[in-house]
């Protein structure tokens, strides 16, 4: 009766997983393409770093993680699920593509942060560290992509990268900000139906 009661309960726990796995790639999805509908004195408005963050968040660094690679490889294996609905092995050499691949890592670090610092604050310094990789990592990708393989706008240089990258600063610390009140805030729910 006892290995029973455990069995069902293991299946319930990973079918949550992968509901949550494939519900936070249609998010990313989602907002990865929401910049071609809504662009804002010319800066596209994406909510990929705020899934991210969330992942992490609420379904941990592990789990946070695997829906960020999941998301990865559907892009990778040809699925428009990339911003302006691109996908495919080609994206890999792509200038934005370490934005996509901080994603991962964003989820891990995030959900590794908030498990130590349980605290609204916690939460919320979990989720601008995660903007921060985001912005590192895929800035540098992008930086490198066009010095070595993508034809590199006129007299390109590593600060005027990070120029570029000041434009929608702004909009994504304040969605940082949001994300860890709003994670802190759903995380107990959350936490109830894993039970």
Known sequence: ????TITRTNNHSRT???VQIAMFSVLMMIGANISSFLIIGGVPITLQTFFAIIAGILLGS??????????????LAGLPVFAKFLGGIDSLVTPTFG??????????????IVRKF???????????????????????W?????????EAPTNFTYQM????????LPKDIILAI?????GYRLKPIVQKYKK
């Open 1 to 4: 009766m006892m290995t029973a």
């Open 16 to 18: 949550l997983r992968m």
């Open 62 to 75: 592990r789990t946070g993680a695997v829906a960020m690679l999941f998301y990865l490889f559907i892009g």
């Open 99 to 112: 934005f996509i691949l901080s994603y991962v890592i964003v989820a891990y670090i995030v959900g590794a």
């Open 118 to 140: 349980p605290t609204t604050k916690g939460f919320v310094i979990a989720a601008l560290a995660g903007t921060a990789i985001n912005y590192f990592i895929g800035t540098n």
């Open 142 to 150: 992008m930086y490198v992509a066009y010095k070595l393989w993508f």
């Open 161 to 168: 990268a990070w120029a570029w990258m000041m434009v929608p």
């Open 178 to 182: 949001f994300a860890g009140i709003f």
